[in-house]
């Protein structure tokens, strides 16, 4: 997450959440280990039909890039999001040439162009 100083800031609405989470008697909810995250995220991939082999937490950073990068997000805010101070994010954005990839992408254009947008 990245600290932005406003009254919407991420860092600030997780830590307040922390707080009211053990006031209301709960105690820590975030206690995941890299473990039984890595294992709800493959567990999560079989349950989906995901059959690759090579699935770990990473993969979400790579995934979430290319939906941003897809749904039109602007680069610097993809870039500001990863917390990158380069282009290296360009790498993890993966646009696959095929029927199923490119149809949402259109549909995402045809809706932003009816819109207004574009």
């Known amino acids: 997450m990245i600290a932005t100083g406003d009254d919407f800031c991420p860092v600030r609405m997780f830590s ?20 039984s995250f890595l294992g709800s ?5 079989v ?6 082999k090579g699935i770990k ?14 749904a ?3 680069e ?5 999001h990863g ?10 954005i993966c646009y696959l040439d095929s029927a199923l990839q490119r149809r949402p992408t259109a549909m995402l ?3 932003r162009r009816k819109d207004g947008l574009v």
């Open 16 to 35: 307040l959440l922390r707080r009211l989470v053990a006031a209301a008697g709960g105690g820590n909810p975030f206690t995941a280990t890299y473990a």
């Open 41 to 45: 995220i493959k567990l999560r991939c």
């Open 47 to 52: 349950l989906a039909g995901v059959t690759k």
């Open 57 to 70: 937490t990473h993969s979400l950073r790579r995934g979430g890039t290319t939906a941003l990068a897809l």
């Open 72 to 74: 039109g997000v602007p």
């Open 76 to 80: 610097a805010m993809i870039q500001a």
């Open 83 to 92: 917390r990158w101070s380069s282009l290296e994010y360009r790498k993890y």
């Open 109 to 111: 254009w045809a809706a």
